[in-house]
């Protein structure tokens, strides 16, 4: 009888484990670097998978953004060549805006590696890549010099591995003349839109995570240096819902000078203008105008 209960019991836990290495994220280890990519470069430590309800712990600060825009996985390895360190972070995110969006907003001025296609930035300490769905991130931990090709290597490596690389239809939205360079910027909620500006508390755009808005720094002789933000909704009314919603719950800095139906015009507290234009289902905000809009 004490036999048949403790195979029961040991069944049990067995089935319990089973489920639990069922249930845990497999990561894309099948994307990173096989050892000896690059003569004696090889694993070390574990491979170490997040998910949206744990990636607080990898990311102390930053998974705001990642989670607003589209996160599903992050797979993190070690590599090491004797006294030198490689760390690869391969961010699964849930479509190539949402990769787009977290690259661009993380690369800084880009200096491009003549190896690498993709878009990418690159230096001694770390290269940043985006492909499709996946953004990535190679630390050179060890910090030397003679590191830099391995960084290159890998990437090129982890790329092969990902899908082609996708058009990202949310950039369509902004106008081509004039736009300054690597200013544009794609975001789902109120975190992405707080590093372009201030307009009101919570999503005050009502983007949901779902709805992809975009920015972009312009110059022009007529009206100087301004910044555009357009999203475009599902459909007329809930665009209309939006500019209501913003009319409404306009940043206690910012002054309504003007107002009607589909347009607001504002003052910021650097005394520039803004002006937000309500037009079918799109929605456009201009900022840092020196002078009120007529």
């Not at 489920?19 to 690059?38: C, I, K, N, V, Y």
């Not at 950039?171 to 736009?179: H, T």
């Amino acid at each position: 009888m004490m036999r048949r209960w403790m195979l029961v019991v040991l069944a049990i836990v067995m089935g319990a484990v089973g489920t639990a290495f069922a249930q845990r994220p497999l990561g894309d280890e099948g994307r990173l670097p096989p050892d000896g990519f690059s003569g004696a470069w090889k694993k070390t430590g574990p491979l170490k998978v997040f998910t949206s309800a744990d990636l607080y712990g990898y990311i102390d600060g930053g998974a705001e953004a990642f989670l607003e825009i589209g996160f599903e996985q992050l797979t993190v390895q070690k590599y090491r060549d004797g006294a030198n360190e490689l760390t690869v972070e391969l961010y699964r995110m849930t479509d190539p805006t949402a990769a787009r969006g977290i690259y661009v907003a993380r690369c800084g001025k880009e200096t491009p590696d003549p190896a690498l296609r993709e878009r990418h930035t690159a230096s001694r300490h770390q290269v940043l890549l985006q492909r499709h769905r996946y953004y990535l991130v190679l630390n050179n931990t060890a910090g030397g010099a003679a590191n830099a090709p391995i960084l290159a290597n890998a990437a090129q490596v982890m790329a092969a591995k990902m899908p082609a690389d996708a058009q990202v239809a949310a950039l369509a939205l902004l106008p081509q003349a004039g736009l300054v360079p690597g200013s544009a910027r794609l975001f789902r909620g109120p975190v992405g839109l707080q590093a372009v500006f201030t307009l009101g508390d919570g999503d005050i755009l009502q983007l949901g995570g779902k709805i992809t808005a975009v920015s972009g720094d312009y110059k022009d002789a007529a009206t100087g240096a301004t910044t555009l933000i357009v999203a475009e909704y599902a459909t007329p009314g809930a665009a209309a819902a939006a500019f209501k919603h913003l009319k409404a719950n306009l940043d206690s800095y910012l002054k309504a000078t003007g107002s009607s139906d589909v347009r607001l015009v504002f003052q910021d507290y650097e005394k520039k203008f803004g002006v937000l234009t309500l037009t079918g289902r799109r929605l456009e905000v201009r900022l840092h105008l020196d002078k009120a809009p007529a």
